[in-house]
């Protein structure tokens, strides 16, 4: 007998609801093997969960590492590989998957060994051991006086320094002092009090964002960053300063940055 494509369509929507763990919306990206391929050529760090859309504990992990995708987004891209699709298994077979879910860190795509996940898998869990763990991270520079002497010990390159007022160092910059590490010099320092940028000559005033001071190779001159404090702008700007392309002239502007930054911003 032949059923009517819409009894056949009714017949199959639970295996095609049980297929989809994550929802369209969701920030978590499903890779294929071959796309899992392609995401660990890049040298960054990102977040994979090895799943199975029977599972009741993947089904459960959904929401928290949807959650958890969403906080990382753009800074670390956070996957799921469904390890139930036939042409996945090998690849999950490979990256030594006995159990589901499997979540593992990747800090540096196929080029550094995955960090195996073992907290509780809550968002805030999935969140912090992803950001703790992006390699090669800036310099901490503690002290308001210790700038000066960071600054000319590493005149040999291209310096960035972040001026924050977050106690914490924002995730977005240790993802691109990774991304630029061996090529751009990143410091980090928390200046809660408005005193740095006295210190390195600059007539900031009480600006409320943060700032991000350049040093191009042998000044001692900073030259103020003005544009977005987001992944893409930054990016585009230190592949310009790298390419040659950027314009860095020392400036001593007055600077005015927006409050209530969203959250890839410094
Ligand atoms: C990945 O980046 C790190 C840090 O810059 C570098 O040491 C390493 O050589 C890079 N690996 C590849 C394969 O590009």
């Not at 898998?121 to 901490?140: E, H």
């Not at 404090?229 to 950027?246: M, Q, R």
């Amino acid at each position: 007998m032949v059923l009517p494509s819409s009894l056949l369509m009714l017949a199959l929507s639970p295996l095609l609801a049980q297929a989809a763990l994550f929802p369209k919306s969701s920030k978590v990206k499903m890779l294929d093997a071959k796309g899992f391929k392609k995401a660990m050529e890049i040298n960054g760090t990102s977040l994979v969960a090895f799943v199975a859309p029977w599972c009741g504990h993947c089904q459960r992990m959904v929401p928290e590492y949807s959650k958890a995708a969403e906080s990382l987004h753009p800074l670390i891209p956070a996957y799921a590989v469904d390890c139930d699709e036939e042409s996945n298994k090998r690849l999950c077979s490979e990256q030594g998957v006995k159990g589901f879910p499997t979540v593992k860190l990747f800090p540096r795509g196929k080029h550094l060994a995955p960090m195996p996940y073992e907290g509780e898998r809550t968002a805030s869990g999935f969140f912090k051991y992803a950001s703790l763990r992006v390699p090669n991270g800036p310099d901490k520079i503690m002290k308001t006086a210790d700038i000066k002497p960071w600054i000319a010990k590493h005149k040999q390159a291209d310096r960035a320094l972040l001026l924050t007022k977050d106690s914490k160092v924002p995730l977005l910059w240790k993802v691109l002092a990774s991304k630029y590490h061996g090529k751009l010099r990143f410091g980090t320092h928390r200046d809660d009090k408005g005193l740095a940028s006295a210190e390195v000559g600059l007539e900031l005033g009480e600006g409320k964002g943060s700032k991000v001071l350049i040093y191009s190779t042998g000044s001692k001159d900073p030259v103020l960053y003005e544009g977005k404090t987001k992944l893409a702008e930054l990016t585009k700007f230190f592949d310009s300063i790298l390419d040659g392309s950027a314009d860095l002239k020392p400036s001593k502007k007055e600077q005015t940055t927006d409050s209530g930054a969203p959250k890839d911003e410094l």
